[in-house]
């Protein structure tokens, strides 16, 4: 059974740093890729970064360089790293996989999410 538990998020000032982890159970990132989505008020839950088993990454423009996504298989965690962050990054954050065999990134529809966690961006 396919389980997402992400942990991590909070508030922090403009230009602040969040790391934001994501326990997962039920799959490996050998079968299945691992993403992170984002709903900010008023929009819906939107892919923001990917990582597959190739090791490829991507990233939504609204991210890109600033957002790293990692994993550590022996651990089944995911992480994203959240550097230079703005007011528009205040939102709830999601850890979640698309569970098709041989998907890469990116990867617009995920099936599976968690719960989500908070991350509040305000001077």
């Known amino acids: 059974q396919v389980q997402l538990v992400e942990s991590g998020g909070g508030s922090v000032q403009p230009g602040g740093s969040l790391r934001l982890s994501c326990q997962f159970s039920?799959?490996?990132?050998?079968?299945?890729?691992i993403g992170w989505l984002r709903q900010t008020p008023g929009q819906p839950r939107l892919p923001i970064a990917c990582?597959?088993?190739?090791?490829?990454?991507t990233y939504a423009d609204s991210v890109n360089g600033r957002t790293t996504i990692s994993i550590e298989s022996t651990e089944h965690k995911a992480y994203l790293q959240l550097n230079n962050l703005k007011p528009q990054d205040t939102g709830a954050y999601y850890c979640?996989?698309?569970?098709?065999?041989?998907?890469?990134?990116?990867?617009?529809?995920?099936?599976?999410w968690g719960q989500g966690v908070q991350v509040t961006v305000s001077s």
């Open positions: 990582i597959d088993r190739t090791g490829k990454t």
């Open positions: 979640a996989t698309h569970p098709w065999l041989g998907t890469t990134c990116p990867v617009q529809d995920y099936d599976y």
């Open positions: 039920g799959f490996t990132l050998d079968t299945y890729p």
